[in-house]
């Protein structure tokens, strides 16, 4: 039963990307047997453009994310780190739009930086728009993301070195030459290629803040394409030049490995032995405020400016009901589903893995694992084009906006999903399978009475943060959306898109608020498994 229900899983996943893959396959065919000259000049300046803004993100993230890992890694006990730590947390949980907003009111025409400029007589009118616009929003996301993966691995130092390192009398760059810079690079390719992945498949970031032709990446040429322009030719060979990066990408990804063990020592402390000098201290102090400055204020505008707008008006706005129970039921039914194919694809999993032993695992078993992360592989904004193009020859594509948005929106959350689960079923199946069956007690009964108490924890932590992910989502949406099918952040591009910047700030609050309750929710949950697992293990 359990390998049954992991294959129609599997089966879901694979139709869902390998249908969007067909289509694909069939209209490339059709538009090269009719002469369609599609990878034009057009199509490799967007790709060059594509690459461009994907690297130079990732190394400003990197470069920036250094320094202020090393900083706040020097003074671990200094009074707020832990509430930097918090806050370096909070960008993951805030949809995309939320976050340009936010950061448009500090670096926009008429935001904070601008009234600074303006009251000290100095004629600079910032221009957020464009290149410069995409590379602060993705350091704003990315650069916490780093700091914290970096300062991970310094944590990781043992404390024997740094005692060692004082005893010798080793300068600050000897510190960071021998023992620090070790350990950072043996993660920093994993750290740069996965920021640089997010970054070539970033869609609401460039949509939003890409302004023109010049400043547009494939994922939104590809939504250009086929909202608007409604040329399939030209978005089936988007698509594929869009899927080709991301498998690229994929493969030196795997290439690079995992960070090698950091040496050999019995304890494992952060404790530091070194007294920076007061140049160090001012130095570092410095470093930790601009990034605080950086990641905080963005986050306090968006703040500031939604409960600068006229929030009484938007609540009693039919609309705006609509759009936040249409986001909240749709956000629902994707975080449902990627729970039911999540749990589908583990017990599967577990069951071949106990029936085999220490035979190596068979074909079906690895594509349990593969197929949960057949979403890395195949974008959603892959997905969906597929499937607009497939749709349009027998419906009307928006017609499909629901299924659509929540079927892709699960994928998505699979990979989270998934890995949330697999801990917890495998610690349950562990300890009650011999039990279980010596008993006779299966199916429904062995999930009511001994499973559930030992998964009803991870379940919702699963639920709240691919739930989150859903509703802040905009990418499938963004396609199949319409009027009489609109969540918040479709509702949320419209108001910006006909220049309501308050009626935006309003909704942006609203949405990110949702948002992070949701993923503060799931951070709870997943940091009371992690408590009960080590409790567990001692």
């Not at 691995?153 to 070195?161: A, N, V």
Request: glycine share 8%.
């Amino acid at each position: 039963m359990k390998p049954l229900a992991g294959a129609l899983a599997l089966a879901f996943l694979v139709v869902l990307a390998g249908g969007a893959l067909l289509s694909l396959t069939i209209e490339a065919l059709r538009a090269s047997a009719e002469g369609f000259a599609t990878f034009d000049s057009y199509l490799w300046r967007i790709a060059r453009f594509t690459l461009l803004q994907a690297l130079l993100s990732m190394l400003l993230s990197v470069a920036f994310a250094i320094p202020l890992a090393r900083a706040l890694h020097a003074h671990p006990d200094f009074p707020g780190r832990a509430m930097i730590l918090r806050l370096f947390a909070l960008p993951l949980a805030l949809p995309a739009l939320v976050a340009v907003l936010g950061v448009t009111s500090i670096y926009g025409r008429n935001g904070g930086v601008a009234a600074v400029f303006r009251g000290l007589g100095i004629d600079v009118v910032p221009n957020i728009y464009g290149l410069t616009g995409i590379l602060i929003v993705h350091v704003f996301f990315n650069l916490p993301l780093a700091t914290r993966l970096i300062l991970s691995g310094l944590d990781s130092i043992p404390e024997d070195y740094w005692k060692l390192s004082s005893q010798l009398g080793m300068s600050g760059w000897a510190r960071f030459r021998l023992i620090e810079w070790p350990v950072i690079l043996r993660s920093l390719s994993g750290i740069a290629g996965l920021i640089f992945m997010l970054c070539i498949t970033s869609f609401t970031i460039v949509l939003t803040l890409g302004g023109g032709p010049r400043a547009t990446t494939l994922e939104v040429a590809i939504y250009q394409s086929l909202h608007f322009d409604f040329d399939v030719a030209r978005a089936v060979s988007l698509t594929l030049v869009q899927l080709c990066l991301t498998v690229a990408v994929l493969l030196v990804l795997n290439l690079t490995g995992r960070p090698a063990a950091e040496g050999f020592s019995l304890r494992t402390t952060t404790r530091r032995f070194d007294r920076p000098s007061l140049r160090t201290k001012l130095s570092n102090g410095t470093i930790i405020l601009l990034g605080l400055l950086f990641v905080g204020l963005p986050m306090a505008g968006t703040v500031v400016s939604g409960l600068a707008a006229d929030l009484p008006r938007l609540f009693i706005e039919r609309t705006v009901w609509q759009a936040i129970s249409t986001s909240l039921i749709l956000g629902a039914a994707a975080a449902t589903l990627s729970l039911v194919i999540s749990l589908a694809l583990v017990m599967a999993r577990e069951c071949l893995a106990s029936e085999r032993r220490y035979e190596s695992p068979k074909m079906f078993e690895r594509s349990l694992d593969l197929g949960a992360s057949l979403i890395i592989v195949v974008p959603p904004i892959v997905i969906g084009a597929g499937w607009f193009i497939l749709s349009h020859h027998f419906v009307d594509p928006f017609s499909l906006a629901p299924i659509m948005v929540v079927s892709v929106n699960a994928a998505m959350a699979i990979p989270f999903a998934f890995r949330i689960l697999r801990p917890s079923w495998d610690t349950a199946a562990s300890r009650q399978n011999r039990l279980c069956a010596q008993l006779g007690i299966a199916g429904w009964n062995r999930l009511r009475l001994i499973d559930w108490p030992f998964l009803k924890r991870p379940l919702g932590v699963a639920f709240a943060f691919a739930m989150a992910l859903s509703l802040g989502d905009l990418g499938t949406i963004a396609l199949f959306g319409n009027n009489s099918v609109q969540t918040l952040p479709f509702l949320l591009l419209q108001r910006m898109g006909s220049y309501r910047t308050e009626d935006a700030a309003g909704l942006a609050l609203i949405l990110g608020t949702l948002c992070l309750l949701l993923m503060i929710v799931a951070d709870r949950g997943a940091n009371s498994l992690a408590r009960k697992e080590v409790g567990n293990n001692g």
